[in-house]
């Protein structure tokens, strides 16, 4: 039990391309997602809280026009990353949860911004 | 002072030894820990979940925690080559939201 779906996997994208990523929880009705980045060699950095329903939390430092997130339904939370640049490359990870449960990462997607 | 340390190693254990992962917390409110275990160029994947003082064993893992000293290590008996990752120590946050604190990570190396 527990899956949490991200998608797609890998992006690979011209600078001022906007992307967007799925996170869908398979077999239960996430409470709170989460969503993170990665740089390499790095922990990961929490961006954003997103409940279902209401606005997304973001992290200090995080710009919630350029990182736009939908959390329409209990199971989906879509991150938009607006008019990427190369900086914005790197490995974004979902996780999902539902109260009193730990949480649950999807696969993560590897974004290359040309 | 981070919020959750961890030693960052590499931990280098031959094959079949006990890898033993420390991490501690500076919240003494905290009430859930997790241990996740990432593979390079993967996600985190959930290993242990604690919430009382003790142990709590697994198969080959054991989560130990001790909320006096704001302790938390993860125990790996008959190491295995795949266990080699970068394992994550994890402690709830302060506020309702569900938020987890991570650590930087320990890198496990075991040796064959």
């Known amino acids: 039990g527990a899956v949490v779906s991200q998608h797609p996997s890998r992006v690979i994208c011209k600078s001022g391309t906007s992307v967007k990523i799925e996170c869908r929880s398979l077999?239960?009705?996430?409470?709170?997602m989460f969503w993170y980045r990665q740089f390499p060699k790095q922990s990961l950095m929490l961006m954003a809280t997103?409940?279902?329903?209401?606005?997304?939390?973001?992290e200090q430092g995080v710009e919630k026009d350029k990182f736009l997130i939908n959390h329409a339904s209990l199971t989906l939370s879509t991150l938009t990353v607006t008019s990427a640049h190369p900086e914005d490359s790197s490995f974004y990870i979902c996780?999902?949860?539902?109260?009193?449960?730990?949480?649950?990462f999807g696969d993560g997607t590897r974004l290359s911004i040309l | 002072q981070k919020e959750v340390e961890q030693n960052s190693g590499p931990l280098s254990v031959p094959e079949g030894a006990i890898a033993s992962l420390n991490c501690t917390y500076s919240?003494?409110?905290?009430?859930?820990f997790f241990w996740y275990r990432q593979y390079s160029g993967k996600s985190p994947e959930l290993i242990m979940s604690?919430?009382?003082?003790g142990d709590k064993e697994d198969g080959r893992f054991t989560a130990q925690l001790n909320k006096a000293s704001q302790y938390v290590s993860l125990l790996i008996r008959d190491s295995q080559p795949s266990d080699s990752a970068t394992y994550l120590c994890?402690?709830?946050?302060?506020?309702?939201?569900?938020?987890?604190?991570f650590g930087s990570g320990t890198r496990l190396l075991v040796r064959p």
């Open positions: 996780s999902a949860t539902q109260t009193g449960q730990p949480q649950h």
């Open positions: 077999d239960f009705q996430a409470t709170t």
């Open positions: 997103s409940n279902e329903g209401s606005k997304a939390t973001y």
């Open positions: 919240d003494r409110v905290s009430q859930s």
């Open positions: 604690i919430y009382s003082n």
């Open positions: 994890a402690v709830n946050g302060m506020d309702s939201s569900y938020k987890l604190i």
